[in-house]
């Protein structure tokens, strides 16, 4: 491999590093960014999958070999491909500053659940391995998943401003188009 093509190679990697890191990012607009510099290094491999520049593939005649076209259409789909799906993102970052205020993905509280919930279970089985089972009575041994029992989840109300055994109110929007008869 040539110089040239060593430091394109090397650059295309820093490209990918760059766009994946930006990717994992909360900020929706460090997200578009990411996918900029994946498509510009996808841009590039496609440039050293063409391989050494040649002749014209149009003229049939030349000096030396001529240069493989198909490498080339492939580079200029990919730009118009990354052009309009950055169009896409950029207006969702928009849309999205302008209903939440901000530009950051927010939270899903179902995600952090579950992560504390295996986080304990992680740090119950690191106590278990701790304890020394020659010291312990063997009818006092017991699983730590077993000893305390998940905590019931309490389903959120449907709506809080109702009390209980009323019909929510009627909003005019009954039996127009939604299947009913």
Do not use: K, W
Request: proline residues 8%; contains cysteine.
């Amino acid at each position: 491999m040539t110089g040239p093509a060593l430091v394109l190679v090397v650059l295309v990697a820093v490209l990918f590093a760059a766009g994946f890191d930006l990717l994992m990012q909360r900020s929706l607009i460090r997200v578009v960014v990411g996918f900029m510099l994946l498509g510009h290094g996808a841009n590039l491999v496609l440039l050293l999958a063409g391989g050494a520049a040649g002749t014209p593939p149009i003229l049939g005649e030349g000096v030396g070999p001529s240069a493989d076209p198909l490498p080339q259409a492939m580079a200029l789909t990919a730009i118009v491909i990354t052009f309009g799906v950055t169009a896409f993102l950029l207006a969702l970052a928009y849309r999205s500053r302008l209903l939440l205020g901000e530009d950051e993905v927010m939270d899903d509280v179902e995600d952090r659940r579950i992560c504390a919930e295996r986080r304990r279970r992680r740090e119950d089985d690191l106590r278990a391995e701790e304890s020394d089972p020659l010291e312990e009575d063997p009818r006092e041994r017991e699983d730590p998943r077993e000893r305390e029992d998940p905590p019931e989840r309490e389903d959120p109300p449907e709506r809080e401003d109702l009390r209980e055994g009323e019909d929510p109110p009627d909003d005019g929007l009954r039996g127009q188009g939604g299947g009913e008869a």
